[in-house]
């Protein structure tokens, strides 16, 4: 029975232990960004920020363009609407003047009106007089006959009269009538300009706020690569200090053997100049090209140290000794592994065209106190 409890006691210690041991696992296996990977993202987040700026730019360029065209436009409707004030103006003038001209006409219909009605008066007074008051005071019949077509003729032209005058005010307020409506029309092709003023004047108003709004951008954004460009200078001497040869316990005995074996030729030497996606590049090793997979082996004897890096892609450094140490770059896959010790000769990786690369090859660089050099004087073609 003691047995039994000490067992359980046993089996319950291993449990809590392995319960621990989780809880604690994501922190002691805790992925830790590389040199190599943190410069990596710092170079995408810098390329991100500078496309980020260019569309900025570009927003603000535009919005600039915007406003110009809307200002050149606001400019000829400003001066539009100087020249139409004027026509108004001029309208309302002639519309004045046609106003008098028929208040002059109607005055005039008026007066005759009035003559017109007194001379009938007069006439109709005149008949009531007695036949023989007229033949009194008219000296014959041919006389009196006269009178009578003068007194026709008087009110035939005086009907005339009147209906001329009012012909000619009835026309004048037609005249009248079509000025109105040409001013209407004057008015609302005002009525029209000023929306469109007010239209442009907002489009204005955006376009500056959309230029403020950018110009506000690109100092946070210039200040956002001020802050970038220091982590990306303090995280390329990260990679620096990890190219730097090690500290070893053997020394290099000054010959490389090739590192792949039945492919001599080259694509590139150590100190070509040479345009990559648009950027000039001192080249710091030599190109070997070969097919994907091919085996790479180690120049000399050496202590591995590995990384990946946005330009060598998966890449293993060697440190021989002496302050020289080989990288070995845009590998497909590594057969090595941090703080591993290997001899000259042995399988280290596999050619690839990982990190910043344009087809299947191995970069091969020689560093000697952290310095990149040709690696010719140290080579030894193996056949």
Known sequence: MEKHKKAVRIVCLVL????????????????????????????????????????????????????????????????????LKEEIEAQIVSINLKNAEIAEKAASVLYQKEMFEQRLKSMY????????????????????????????????????????????????????????????????????????????????????????????????????????RELYAQAQKEWESWARAEQVDFEFDGVFSWPLPGYYNLTSDFGTTRVIYGVK???????????????????????????????????????????VATIYGHMIERAVNNGDYVSKGQLIGYVGSTGRSTGNHLHFEVNVNNTPVSAWPYLKKDA
């Open 281 to 323: 590049d001192v080249h710091r090793g030599m190109d070997i090209p070969a097919p994907a997979g091919t085996r790479i082996y180690a120049a000399a004897d050496g202590t591995v140290s590995t990384n990946n890096h946005w330009s060598y892609g998966i890449s293993v450094k060697l440190s021989h000794g002496n302050g």
């Open 16 to 83: 809590a232990a392995l319960m621990i041991l989780s809880l604690g696992a994501p922190v002691l296996f805790a992925y830790a960004e590389t040199p190599a990977e943190r410069l990596e993202r710092l170079r995408q987040e810098l390329d991100d920020l500078k496309a980020e700026t260019e569309q900025i730019e570009h927003n603000k360029e535009k919005a600039e363009q915007t406003k110009q065209y809307y200002q050149a436009q606001a400019n000829n409707l400003k001066a539009q609407m100087v020249a």
């Open 125 to 228: 007074e005149l008949s009531r007089q007695s036949n023989l008051a007229i033949l009194f005071g008219i000296e014959d019949l041919s006389q009196m006959l006269r009178f009578s077509e003068n007194l026709q003729q008087i009110t035939q032209r005086d009907t005339e009269l009147v209906r001329c005058l009012r012909a000619e005010q009835a026309a004048l307020e037609e005249q009248r009538a079509e000025l109105d409506a040409q001013l209407a029309v004057l008015s609302d092709h005002e009525q029209e300009l000023t929306d469109t003023a007010v239209a442009y004047s907002n489009a204005i108003q955006q376009a500056d706020a959309a230029i403020t709004a950018a110009e506000a951008d690109l100092i946070a954004k210039d200040e956002e690569e001020k802050e970038l």
